[in-house]
């Protein structure tokens, strides 16, 4: 079994954070050193574990966008 990555490029929004300081954030994030995609998942404080979350290339996100905006 091959070793997972990650590196949050830039944090863009916190959506949510509960009270145990885990919060609910778009990112861009490089998943095993391929380009940084948008990413909306929990992690934790110190954003070493992470929840379920949805990746999203630049064309679906801006697609999101672009629906959001009408």
Known sequence: MS???????EHLIVLS????GWKKELTRVSWNDSP???DIRQWSPDY?????????????????????QK
Do not use: C, P, R
């Open 48 to 68: 070493s574990k992470m929840g379920k979350g949805i990746t999203l290339t630049n064309d679906e996100f801006q697609k999101l966008v672009d629906e959001l």
């Open 3 to 9: 070793e997972f990555k990650f590196k949050i490029e």
């Open 17 to 20: 954070e509960n009270d145990k």
């Open 36 to 38: 940084a995609k948008f």
